[in-house]
């Protein structure tokens, strides 16, 4: 029986490339992940064996990397080696597979990422100071020497 591509969807972040490989009930999984290329095979639920191989578009820490296997996918977290540089592709050549798809359900751009995070803890550390910011003790007029030994339940 003839080896077939498993589809494979991926997007970008600052720090990792995340690979999802569309297989069902997989079993005999295997990632071999290199700093320049992943191989990965499997079989799915008919017994059909799938193989993909891929040459990274840039190094990535193999090290640092990590696989999850769920019901319906494999997906490969892969940390770059340069972070926060944009991969515009997964693979070296310029040639896209057919079977190799950018996830757009998960693609950001993340270029403005730290902008927009660094704004939200300004906002947050704002908030913070109003809600902290103390002012004199609130007024105990209402609290005077007679009312303090009488029984509070009026009897």
């Known amino acids: ?9 991926w ?4 720090k990792y490339v995340f690979m999802e490989f569309c297989v069902e009930d997989s079993t005999d999984v295997q990632v071999l992940l ?10 799915n639920a008919d017994g059909v064996e799938m193989y993909n191989e891929i040459e990274f578009y840039a190094k990535v820490n193999s090290k640092d990397s990590q696989d999850k296997r769920s019901s ?13 540089v944009a ?10 597979p057919v079977w190799l798809s950018v996830d757009f ?4 751009d ?5 902008e927009v995070e660094l704004a939200q803890v300004e906002h947050y ?31």
């Not at 997906?75 to 926060?84: A, M, P």
């Not at 359900?105 to 950001?108: L, S």
């Not at 993340?110 to 730290?114: C, F, Q, S």
């Not at 550390?125 to 009312?147: I, N, Q, T």
């Open 11 to 14: 997007y970008d972040r600052p």
């Open 72 to 84: 319906r996918s494999i997906t490969c977290f892969v940390r770059k080696w340069k972070e926060k």
């Open 125 to 155: 550390a704002e908030l913070l100071k109003k809600a902290s910011a103390k002012g004199p003790p609130p007024a105990m007029d209402d609290l005077d020497d007679e009312s303090s030994g009488e029984d509070m339940t009026g009897t």
């Open 105 to 108: 359900d998960n693609w950001r």
């Open 34 to 43: 290199e700093d320049h290329r992943i191989v990965f095979s499997c079989k």
């Open 110 to 114: 993340w270029e403005g990422d730290e």
């Open 87 to 96: 991969w515009p592709r997964l693979t070296k050549e310029d040639i896209k």
């Open 1 to 9: 029986m003839a080896r077939q591509h498993a589809r494979t969807l």
